[in-house]
């Protein structure tokens, strides 16, 4: 069973970053759900009133009331995202962002005196102009194939993806309130040429809200070789034989396996917790069926909500972006704590699946990849249309759902390794050595073909290689820099295989001039050793630097 799904992402100070699973519904099934139904014309854009997640408030001027009664001619949208009380900033991309003058069709629920989009981006349909053709479509993330060619429902959702004529497709809402059930005379071709769409949303990046706009969200454990913990609820997913964790396992496993990034996720276990997951407690959560009702509703056959995913961050003024290691021309911000939910009757979804054991494992494999930071490579108005190599992405706007289970692509590795890539071996950490040379030549070859190599810079901006001095065995060394009888580094490179199965390495600098050293083992593997300008360099014993053949 193929259904669209949609996966968004929330912007705190730590500002949460949301994804949502969709599956699309028909429009019988939107207008049987939905108590109002309005076409109107947004005036004004507030901040959302109350306590709670931020949110933002969308006075709408009513030209017409298709289904239900709203008092007056102006109504209050409240739409999650925002700016709240005491800074906190949220954002759902993909939630599209509403502007002064959008006109737009709402299938709302009233709430306290506002009105709440159902079903989150599946119930805003924006005015859309095509030439002399004035058309209704949803956000275009919502594309593609709906669901499997033999659900009873297929011929209608196929249909559903493409653009509504305006004036048809509200007459048809109209009767259908009335009820008077007629075919859906409204649907329409995709026209050659860009729509006058609302503007599109940013996926995985800090919101226009930040003090930081725009930026890409990321964890900076992986650049200092730490993990990143993930704690599953025990009960484990109903509809899923055996519970789900496995698939929990083979998703982070599918995340892990590429060697040309940083990515160390680690299934920290079970716990009989229940988690919240639109708050910080220090633990990254997977939950099922919405222990708390944190999401709008429940799943059910006529299409809605899968899951959901909150990525926290930082975004005020005190928190400095941070240069992405190995792509430092790009600066992010660091995520704090990623937690995520499966809706209320997800298990009806992943049960009627052809292979629910893979339909959950995409499912969480894919909320895995947002909480690493990574969108949509295809399917939305950034991305554009999904081609051949981007239609197979484990990230892609709609799950597969066709037994491939949590398979990184390669769109997929290309993002991960963006976000983290695997640095240059002889690029030093930010801060530590300089990066206007490289050593190139080894003066050191110790025993088993480890070679040093040692540059260094002067105060005055003099470079230069470091020299061989005096032997002191087939496994240790001497450098200098400026005379012979100066020796600047001891350096030892021991075979400590035989105790912990790895090359040990001793450096014992005695200088304060910036340095970069390196080990290298003959192949790929390089150990290095950096000291800024002006600072005594201190002496460093690694026990783990090469493993052993």
């Given at each position: 069973?193929?259904r669209?799904?949609l996966?968004?992402v929330l912007a705190l100070?730590?500002?949460?970053a949301a994804a949502?699973v969709?599956?699309?519904?028909?429009?019988?099934s939107m207008?049987?759900?939905?108590p109002v139904?309005v076409f109107g014309e947004?005036?004004s854009v507030?901040p959302?009133?109350g306590?709670?997640l931020p949110s933002?408030?969308?006075a709408?001027?009513?030209e017409?009331?298709?289904?239900g009664?709203?008092?007056?001619?102006?109504i209050?949208?409240r739409?999650?995202g925002?700016v709240?009380?005491g800074?906190?900033?949220m954002?759902?991309?993909g939630?599209?962002?509403?502007?002064?003058?959008?006109?737009?069709?709402?299938?709302?629920?009233?709430?306290d005196?506002?009105?709440?989009s159902?079903?989150?981006?599946l119930?805003?349909f924006?005015?859309?102009?095509?030439g002399?053709?004035?058309?209704?479509?949803?956000?275009?993330?919502?594309e593609?194939?709906v669901?499997a060619?033999?659900?009873?429902?297929?011929?209608?959702?196929t249909r559903?993806?493409q653009p509504?004529?305006?004036a048809?497709?509200r007459?048809?809402?109209?009767?259908?309130?009335?009820?008077v059930e007629?075919?859906?005379?409204?649907?329409?071709?995709?026209?050659?040429?860009p729509?006058?769409?609302?503007?599109?949303f940013r996926?995985?990046r800090?919101?226009?809200t930040?003090?930081h706009d725009?930026?890409?969200?990321?964890?900076r454990?992986?650049d200092?070789?730490?993990?990143?913990?993930v704690t599953?609820?025990a009960g484990?997913?109903?509809?899923?034989p055996g519970?789900?964790?496995?698939?929990v396992?083979?998703?982070?496993?599918?995340w892990?396996?590429?060697p040309?990034?940083?990515v160390?996720?680690?299934l920290?276990?079970?716990?009989?917790?229940?988690?919240?997951i639109?708050?910080?407690?220090?633990?990254?959560s997977i939950s099922?069926?919405?222990?708390?009702?944190e999401?709008?509703g429940?799943y059910g056959d006529?299409?809605g909500v899968l899951?959901i995913t909150?990525?926290f961050?930082?975004c005020?003024r005190?928190?400095p972006p941070?240069s992405v290691?190995?792509?430092e021309a790009v600066?992010?911000l660091a995520?704090?704590?990623?937690?995520?939910?499966t809706?209320?009757?997800?298990?009806e979804?992943v049960?009627g699946?052809?292979?629910p054991?893979?339909?959950h494992e995409?499912i969480i494999g894919?909320?895995?990849g947002?909480?690493?930071g990574i969108g949509?490579?295809?399917?939305?108005r950034?991305?554009g249309p999904?081609?051949s190599v981007?239609d197979e992405?484990l990230?892609?706007?709609r799950v597969h759902?066709d037994?491939?289970g949590a398979?990184?692509?390669?769109?997929?590795r290309?993002?991960?390794?963006?976000?983290?890539?695997?640095p240059?071996?002889f690029d030093?950490?930010?801060?530590?050595g300089f990066?206007?040379?490289?050593?190139?030549t080894?003066?050191?070859?110790f025993?088993?073909g480890y070679q040093?190599r040692m540059?260094?810079?002067?105060?005055a901006?003099e470079v230069?290689?470091?020299?061989?001095?005096i032997?002191?065995s087939?496994?240790?060394?001497?450098l200098?820099?400026f005379?012979?009888?100066?020796a600047?580094?001891?350096?030892?490179?021991?075979?400590?295989?035989?105790?912990n199965?790895?090359?040990?390495v001793f450096?014992?600098?005695?200088?304060?001039?910036a340095?970069?050293?390196?080990?290298?083992?003959?192949?790929?593997?390089?150990w290095s050793?950096?000291?800024?300008?002006?600072?005594?360099?201190?002496?460093?014993?690694d026990?783990?630097?090469?493993r052993c053949e």
């Open positions: 069973m193929q669209v799904a996966l968004l100070f730590a500002a949460p949502i969709y599956v699309l519904p028909t429009d019988a207008v049987e759900r939905s139904i947004v005036r507030l959302g009133a306590a709670g933002t408030d969308y709408v001027e009513v017409e009331v298709l289904k009664f709203v008092p007056g001619g102006t209050l949208v739409q999650p925002g709240g009380p800074g906190v900033a954002r759902i991309l939630l599209p962002t509403l502007a002064e003058g959008d006109r737009v069709l709402l299938f709302l629920d009233p709430a005196g506002v009105y709440r159902v079903e989150y981006a119930g805003l924006f005015e859309a102009l095509a002399d053709r004035v058309l209704l479509v949803r956000e275009p993330s919502l593609g194939e669901t060619p033999d659900h009873p429902a297929a011929a209608e959702r559903s993806r509504r004529d305006a048809r497709f007459r048809w809402i109209g009767d259908r309130v009335a009820g007629r075919p859906s005379d409204y649907v329409e071709d995709w026209p050659d040429g729509l006058g769409l609302a503007e599109p996926l995985l800090s919101p226009g930040c003090f725009g930026l890409p969200l990321r964890w454990e992986f200092r070789g730490e993990r990143i913990g599953v609820q484990g997913q109903p509809g899923v519970g789900g964790l496995s698939e396992r083979t998703a982070i496993r599918a892990n396996g590429d040309e990034s940083r160390n996720l680690v920290d276990g079970t716990s009989n917790r229940e988690f919240l639109d708050h910080v407690d220090g633990v990254n099922y069926e919405d222990p708390f009702d999401i709008d429940s006529g299409g899951a909150y990525t961050f930082y005020d005190s928190t941070q290691p190995g792509n600066e992010a995520i704090v704590e990623a937690n995520m939910t809706q209320d009757g997800y298990q979804w049960s699946t052809s292979n054991r893979r339909s995409e894919h909320e895995l947002h909480a690493l949509h490579p295809c399917g939305d950034a991305s999904c081609d981007t992405a990230m892609r706007a759902a037994g491939r398979a990184i692509d390669s769109d997929d290309a993002a991960v390794r963006a976000l983290y890539p695997v240059d071996p030093p950490p930010p801060g530590q990066t206007q040379c490289r050593p190139r080894a003066p050191l070859v025993e088993g040093v540059c260094y810079e002067t105060p901006g230069g290689d470091a020299k061989a001095g032997w002191a087939s496994e240790s060394g001497l200098w820099f005379s012979r009888g100066n600047e580094v001891l350096i030892k490179v021991l075979d400590g295989c035989r105790f199965g790895h090359r040990w450096v014992a600098p005695v200088t304060d001039v340095f970069n050293l390196y080990v290298t083992d003959g192949q790929d593997g390089v050793h950096h000291n800024r300008q002006g600072e005594t360099a201190a002496a460093r014993n026990t783990s630097a090469f």
